[in-house]
Structures are given as C-alpha cells and as structure tokens.
C-alpha cells in the first residue's frame, strides 16, 4: 500500500500563488508517476500536472505557464507551485501516486485550494 498526504492548500486572492506538497509513503517503486488532479463542484476530476520519475512532465492546457510540477525523489515527494491563480482554479486537489508498470493508481485525501477575492 501507498499513503499519500497532502499540504499547502487554502484560500488565495486571484493573481495569487500557493504550493501544495504531498508526501508518499509505504511500499513505494521506483518506477511511478506522480502528480495532481483536481476535482471542483459538479465536475469530474481532470488531471493538473503529472510527472515521472525521470522527470517527464504534462501539463493540463489549462495551467500551462502557470503552474509548475516538480518532486524530490529522495523524500519520495511531489510539489505543484500555482502562480497567477484564477478563480476557475479553484477546486479540490488531489495527489496521485501511480505505481509500477502496471499504473496503479494511489490518490491523496485531497486540499482544498479556493481562488477568490
């Protein structure tokens, strides 16, 4: 199993900045993924940012230029810097851990991030 917690979350004024941090635990591989997706009220979940271990990354269009995934594969974290927030951002945030070949997916409990001023 894989434990993931997330920090970093909160309420920020449009054009603003947040990091959120998640921290992977357990019986972890050396081949994953890691990244956010995010979930906002009466929508599905959509992928934000996702990056591998070798540090290939994807970027929803929608954050491309503002948002930047990076991790620290020693501490098994992962990291999402959101700059020039909009409102539209706002949503629940959530880590993902994709573990293996195989792509099993592990998903964080999730941070509320809410852009507004």
């Known amino acids: 199993q894989v434990q993931l917690v997330e920090s970093g979350g909160g309420l920020v004024q449009p054009g603003g900045s947040l990091r959120l941090s998640c921290a992977a635990s357990?019986?972890?591989?050396?081949?994953?993924?890691m990244g956010w997706y995010r979930q906002a009220p009466g929508k599905q979940r959509e992928l934000v940012a996702i990056?591998?271990?070798?540090?290939?990354?994807n970027y929803a269009d929608s954050v491309k230029g503002r948002f930047t995934i990076s991790r620290d594969n020693a501490k098994n974290m992962v990291y999402l810097q959101m700059n020039s927030l909009k409102p539209e951002d706002t949503a629940a945030y959530y880590c993902?851990?994709?573990?293996?070949?195989?792509?099993?997916?592990?998903w964080g409990q999730g941070t509320q991030v809410t852009v507004s001023s």
């Open positions: 357990g019986t972890l591989s050396s081949i994953n993924a």
């Open positions: 993902l851990y994709r573990k293996g070949l195989r792509g099993v997916d592990y």
């Open positions: 990056i591998g271990s070798g540090g290939s990354t």
